[in-house]
């Protein structure tokens, strides 16, 4: 069904307008950056989609496809007139599975591809171009909660822990999550942190839910035990040499 063209007219500019905005903050512009700017799309339920709670992100779009596959249209056009140049991201759940995020009803390759293309604004050199595709495209980090209430149930197994990941179906302790192997370095030390995580295969970031502020706060980093404690003797090292020097 065609779009009426007042109407037409009227998502252009809506488009434009958060096409524009996204591209002046970031230097460029994707489907979701446009999604979020027209209000099809709620933060909230963005966050529920990455994190592997939603089947696939049209479900939770507050527009018909028709419309929906109109503003994907208008965006594509947009971006084209200015010049712009497409760069294919990937999105993969915020699970130690990695698993790709489905955007569309149908799973069409086609529009997929299109959902997971970013437009990169023409004044960027090739290498930032590269810098910014690479950064897009890294996997989100695996978050574990510290759970406020002692008594919790693993949906998988049953059991339970001081530690746990969100899925999809519910709550995941470690073990079941394939992360009970890993140690825990609470915050307080940057350099460890940065050195360790950078060092360890796998990672997480351990945090907990503050009521008096009522945001999540982050408490640590789980990490491979041995890239901890190679890390750390490393840094004694340094700090030898220094006085030494």
Not at 190 to 200: E, F, G, P, Q, V
Request: charged share 30%.
């Amino acid at each position: 069904m065609l779009m009426n063209p007042k109407n037409r007219n009227k998502l252009a500019e809506r488009v434009a307008e958060a096409a524009e905005r996204a591209l002046a903050d970031q230097k460029y512009v994707s489907p979701i950056d446009v999604l979020l700017g027209i209000g099809w799309l709620n933060p909230s339920t963005l966050k529920d989609w990455r994190l592997g709670r939603v089947d696939c992100l049209e479900s939770v779009v507050q527009a018909n496809l028709s419309r929906l596959s109109e503003a994907m249209r208008l965006l594509r056009s947009w971006a084209a007139e200015g010049g712009l140049r497409p760069s294919e991201t990937q999105y993969v759940t915020r699970t130690p599975g990695r698993r790709r995020l489905k955007f569309s009803r149908s799973g069409n390759a086609h529009i997929e591809q299109a959902y997971r293309t970013h437009w990169m604004s023409p004044e960027l050199s090739e290498r930032k171009r590269e810098r910014l595709a690479q950064k897009a495209s890294t996997p989100p980090e695996l978050v574990v909660i510290v759970p406020l209430k002692a008594e919790w149930a693993c949906h998988r197994c049953s059991g339970s822990g001081g530690l746990l990941m969100m899925e999809q179906q519910g709550p995941s302790c470690l073990r079941c999550a394939g992360l009970d192997d890993l140690e825990l370095l609470p915050a307080g030390d940057a350099l460890l942190t940065r050195r360790a995580k950078a060092r360890s295969k796998r990672h997480a970031v351990v945090v907990r839910f503050s009521r008096a502020r009522k945001r999540y706060e982050r408490q640590g980093v789980l990490v491979e035990p041995q890239a901890l404690i190679d890390t750390q003797r490393e840094i004694d090292q340094e700090k030898g040499s220094a006085k030494d020097g």
